[in-house]
Protein backbone atom coordinates (compact mmCIF):
# COMPACT_ATOMS: atom_id res chain seq x y z
CA UNK A 1 0.00 0.00 0.00
CA UNK A 2 2.76 2.04 1.15
CA UNK A 3 4.77 1.89 -2.24
CA UNK A 4 1.38 2.67 -4.44
CA UNK A 5 1.34 6.08 -2.48
CA UNK A 6 5.06 6.77 -3.32
CA UNK A 7 4.26 6.13 -6.62
CA UNK A 8 1.60 8.16 -7.10
CA UNK A 9 3.04 11.43 -5.24
CA UNK A 10 6.28 10.42 -6.94
CA UNK A 11 4.16 10.61 -10.54
CA UNK A 12 2.48 14.00 -9.46
CA UNK A 13 5.69 15.37 -8.62
CA UNK A 14 7.51 14.60 -11.59
CA UNK A 15 4.61 15.89 -13.90
CA UNK A 16 4.53 19.13 -11.62
CA UNK A 17 8.68 19.98 -12.23
CA UNK A 18 8.79 19.22 -15.68
CA UNK A 19 5.50 21.03 -16.30
CA UNK A 20 7.11 23.68 -14.40
CA UNK A 21 10.59 23.40 -16.12
CA UNK A 22 8.84 23.58 -19.76
CA UNK A 23 6.72 26.47 -18.84
CA UNK A 24 9.76 28.63 -17.83
CA UNK A 25 11.87 27.33 -20.35
CA UNK A 26 8.93 27.95 -22.90
CA UNK A 27 8.81 31.55 -21.78
CA UNK A 28 12.23 32.56 -21.83
CA UNK A 29 13.09 30.74 -25.36
CA UNK A 30 9.52 31.23 -27.08
CA UNK A 31 9.58 27.69 -28.67
CA UNK A 32 6.23 25.90 -27.29
CA UNK A 33 6.91 22.38 -28.09
CA UNK A 34 11.17 22.41 -27.18
CA UNK A 35 11.17 20.35 -24.15
CA UNK A 36 9.19 17.72 -25.86
CA UNK A 37 11.93 17.09 -27.90
CA UNK A 38 14.90 17.69 -24.96
CA UNK A 39 12.66 15.39 -22.36
CA UNK A 40 13.97 12.47 -23.76
CA UNK A 41 17.13 13.42 -23.88
CA UNK A 42 16.74 14.47 -19.86
CA UNK A 43 15.61 10.86 -19.25
CA UNK A 44 18.39 9.13 -20.98
CA UNK A 45 20.88 10.51 -18.63
CA UNK A 46 18.85 9.49 -15.73
CA UNK A 47 18.48 6.10 -16.96
CA UNK A 48 22.55 6.03 -18.42
CA UNK A 49 25.50 4.47 -16.25
CA UNK A 50 28.03 4.84 -18.62
CA UNK A 51 30.13 7.83 -18.99
CA UNK A 52 29.54 10.19 -22.25
CA UNK A 53 32.98 9.40 -23.37
CA UNK A 54 32.31 5.98 -23.68
CA UNK A 55 29.64 6.37 -25.90
CA UNK A 56 32.74 7.93 -28.76
CA UNK A 57 35.20 5.36 -27.52
CA UNK A 58 33.44 2.59 -27.67
CA UNK A 59 29.67 3.62 -29.13
CA UNK A 60 28.54 -0.64 -29.75
CA UNK A 61 29.42 -1.06 -25.73
CA UNK A 62 27.96 1.56 -24.58
CA UNK A 63 24.40 1.75 -26.12
CA UNK A 64 24.04 -2.03 -25.77
CA UNK A 65 24.32 -1.02 -22.44
CA UNK A 66 21.88 2.05 -22.23
CA UNK A 67 19.27 -0.60 -24.20
CA UNK A 68 19.91 -3.15 -21.45
CA UNK A 69 19.15 -0.03 -18.71
CA UNK A 70 15.83 0.93 -20.81
CA UNK A 71 14.71 -2.50 -20.94
CA UNK A 72 15.24 -3.19 -17.73
CA UNK A 73 13.60 -0.63 -15.98
CA UNK A 74 9.64 -1.49 -13.87
CA UNK A 75 6.81 -0.17 -14.48
CA UNK A 76 6.92 2.47 -11.92
CA UNK A 77 9.65 3.82 -13.77
CA UNK A 78 8.28 4.13 -17.58
CA UNK A 79 5.10 5.89 -15.27
CA UNK A 80 7.27 7.92 -13.72
CA UNK A 81 9.07 9.12 -17.21
CA UNK A 82 5.59 8.91 -18.64
CA UNK A 83 3.88 11.53 -16.02
CA UNK A 84 6.87 14.08 -16.23
CA UNK A 85 6.27 13.68 -20.55
CA UNK A 86 2.42 14.52 -19.88
CA UNK A 87 3.85 17.24 -17.68
CA UNK A 88 5.50 18.52 -20.24
CA UNK A 89 3.00 18.05 -22.94
CA UNK A 90 0.79 20.37 -20.59
CA UNK A 91 3.26 22.99 -20.42
CA UNK A 92 2.80 23.17 -24.23
CA UNK A 93 -0.65 23.20 -24.46
CA UNK A 94 -0.93 25.96 -21.53
CA UNK A 95 1.31 28.48 -23.33
CA UNK A 96 -0.11 27.66 -26.42
CA UNK A 97 -3.35 28.42 -25.28
CA UNK A 98 -2.01 31.65 -23.29
CA UNK A 99 -0.28 32.92 -26.90
CA UNK A 100 -3.62 32.12 -28.69
CA UNK A 101 -5.52 34.28 -25.74
CA UNK A 102 -3.67 37.43 -26.62
CA UNK A 103 -0.72 36.90 -23.09
CA UNK A 104 2.39 38.66 -24.83
CA UNK A 105 4.85 37.76 -22.19
CA UNK A 106 3.78 34.06 -23.02
Avoid at 5 to 26: A, D, E, K, P
Avoid at 41 to 65: H, R
Amino acid sequence: MIELVQLFISMVLFLVLFFGISFILNMVLKLTWVMVFIYPIIVLFFINTVPLGDFISSPGASFGSLWDNITSMLLADYLLFGSGLVGVIIAGAAIRYLRKAGYTMF
